[in-house]
């Protein structure tokens, strides 16, 4: 084989899911499979959805590239103008369009380093210059990245709150920030888990798209709202921003089911609400075991919560839970597990108690 992909992809791996859950069901002769490792919706989806998938009754036709129904109701769901929105198949391929669209080798982007992996890979594949911030006890080092940028900086990746740690930025870290940096560097606000957030300073970044034309916030349908499967996520900025990047998007990226089914999700907020109570009370719930068991733990922001128990390498535990049929994610200093619903938690927590007396 000559043919030669661009040096820079050597460097990467294709996404690996890791095995499927048949695979661990068949491997480990387990009942059932409790997946708790990417933060999906555990109280799956609002029954409007699948009613208005179901009256999808041409399959020949083509999208509506420019999702026209969706993007009134996205629109009135945020407070924005219509042609303030970009549609993408999930956030995956809107930091995919970002990416082209801003970056290639004579261009720098900062970044957290312990966030999310599709904001480096993507840079990687553009060849750009990737200037990397540690987190700060599990939170965005706001002010050291501020001291990375320069005049070849053109995208700041803010992942808020911040996956895998659920920690976030707040109001006034974001404020200094932005009034601290040149008006050539986009700032993303990356806010794939906006819904479940409880704390009062979280920043509410919409309004302040009037302030800062440099800012670009993403949403979307995969967490809170139960739709991963149909892959369709927004992203927010400035009208003649969002135009520029609009060329970089395929003409067809959102699905006619995808759409569809945003567009239901949007008339079930009860849904929604419902679905980020649980997610709060169950959260607490993992607080108190943690303690109890002296396993160190970032309170989280979102639907997950990254733990790590004293004394157990985290490939440990992730093995220990895959074989009792829990999936979780591990990181090289702990594990993130998806709160589940309150039996899935309650399982969990029976497991890891095992492996905490096995540690001391
Ligand atoms: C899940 C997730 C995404 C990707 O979501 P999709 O819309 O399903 O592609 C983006 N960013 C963060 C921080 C996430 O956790």
């Given at each position: 084989m000559n043919v030669k992909v661009?040096?820079?992809?050597?460097?990467l791996k294709a996404y690996t899911p890791g095995k499927s859950s048949e695979e661990v069901q068949r491997e480990y002769k387990l009942e059932k499979i409790v997946k708790?490792?990417?933060?999906?919706?555990?109280?799956?989806?609002?029954p409007f959805v699948k009613e208005a998938i179901s009256k999808i009754d041409n399959f020949a036709i083509y999208p509506d590239g420019a999702s026209t129904a969706l993007r009134k109701e996205v629109a009135e769901y945020t407070g924005v103008k219509e042609d303030q929105l970009i549609f993408s198949s999930g956030l995956d391929e809107l930091i995919q369009i970002i990416s082209k669209a801003l970056l290639d080798e004579n261009f720098n982007t900062v970044m957290a380093s312990g966030t999310f992996p599709q904001y480096r890979h993507n840079a990687v594949v553009q060849n750009a210059e990737i200037r990397e911030v540690p987190l700060k006890n599990g939170c965005h080092d706001l002010p050291e990245m501020a001291k990375?940028?320069?005049?070849?900086?053109?995208v700041v990746w803010i992942c808020n709150p911040n996956n895998p740690t659920g920690t976030y930025v707040d109001n006034k870290e974001l404020e200094q920030f932005l009034q601290s940096i040149p008006s050539h560097v986009l700032v993303v606000m990356d806010e794939a888990y906006y819904e479940y957030v409880t704390v009062e300073?979280?920043?509410?970044?919409i309004p302040l798209l009037d302030q800062y034309d440099n800012l670009m916030v993403l949403r979307t349908f995969s967490k809170a709202f139960g739709l991963?499967?149909?892959?369709i996520g927004y992203g927010i900025g400035a009208a003649s921003f969002i135009q520029q990047l609009e060329v970089v998007?395929?003409?067809?990226?959102?699905?006619v089911l995808a759409q569809k089914a945003a567009l239901a999700a949007l008339k079930d907020l009860d849904f929604v609400k419902q679905s980020v109570s649980l997610n709060a009370i169950e959260l607490q719930k993992y607080y108190e075991f943690c303690k109890q068991h002296q396993i160190d733990f970032y309170t989280s922001q979102g639907n997950f919560i990254f733990i790590s128990i004293p004394g157990k390498e985290s490939a440990e535990v992730f093995q220990y839970l895959l074989e009792r049929g829990y999936t979780v994610r591990p990181f090289p200093n702990g594990v993130r597990i998806t709160v589940g619903t309150k039996e899935e938690n309650e399982e969990l927590f029976e497991l890891i108690e095992k492996i905490v007396l096995i540690a001391h």
């Open positions: 661009r040096p820079q992809l050597l460097s708790l490792a990417s933060n999906e919706n555990p109280y799956g989806t609002s990375q940028i320069d005049d070849n900086t053109q300073d979280y920043p509410e970044t991963a499967s149909f892959r998007r395929l003409p067809f990226n959102t699905s």
